[in-house]
Nanobody, 121 residues
Framework: QVQLVESGGGLVQPGGSLTLSCAAS????????MAWYRQAPGKERELVAI???????NYTDSVKGRFTISRGNAKYTVYLQMNSLKPEDTAVYYC???????????????WGQGTQVTVSS
C-alpha cells in the first residue's frame, strides 16, 4: 500500500501565504497524477489542484491565480503554494495519489491524514 503524509499547515492571517508538502512512500509504481483536496467542517471534500505525470496542472476556480501545485525534486513529493489566503480557504488539506499498479490496475484512493489550514485575523 501507499502512505501519504501532509505537512505545512497552520494559522495565518488573510492575505498571508503558506506552503503545504506531501510525501508518498510504500508500494508506489507508475504515478498518473497527484492532487490536493480540502475539506471544511461538515462539508464534502473538494478538489483544489492536480498535477499529472506530464506536468499539466489544473485548479478549481476559487484558487486559480493564488495557488500553485508542483512536484518536488525528491521522488514522490508534491507541494501546494498558497498565496493571498482568504478565510474561505480554511479547511483540512489532503493530498491524493493516482497511480497504475501493474497487478491491480488503477489505484486512486490513497489519502493522508491531512493538515489543518486556518485563515483568520
Amino acid at each position: 500500500q501507499v502512505q501519504l503524509v501532509e505537512s505545512g499547515g497552520g494559522l495565518v492571517q488573510p492575505g498571508g501565504s503558506l506552503t503545504l508538502s506531501c510525501a508518498a512512500s510504500g508500494s508506489v509504481f507508475v504515478i498518473s497524477a497527484m492532487a490536493w483536496y480540502r475539506q471544511a467542517p461538515g462539508k464534502e471534500r473538494e478538489l483544489v489542484a492536480i498535477i499529472t505525470s506530464g506536468g499539466r496542472t489544473n485548479y478549481t476556480d476559487s484558487v486559480k491565480g493564488r495557488f500553485t501545485i508542483s512536484r518536488g525534486n525528491a521522488k514522490y513529493t508534491v507541494y501546494l503554494q498558497m498565496n493571498s489566503l482568504k478565510p474561505e480557504d480554511t479547511a483540512v488539506y489532503y493530498c491524493n495519489l493516482d497511480q497504475w499498479n501493474p497487478t491491480r490496475g488503477r489505484q486512486n484512493d490513497y489519502w493522508g491524514q491531512g493538515t489543518q489550514v486556518t485563515v483568520s485575523s
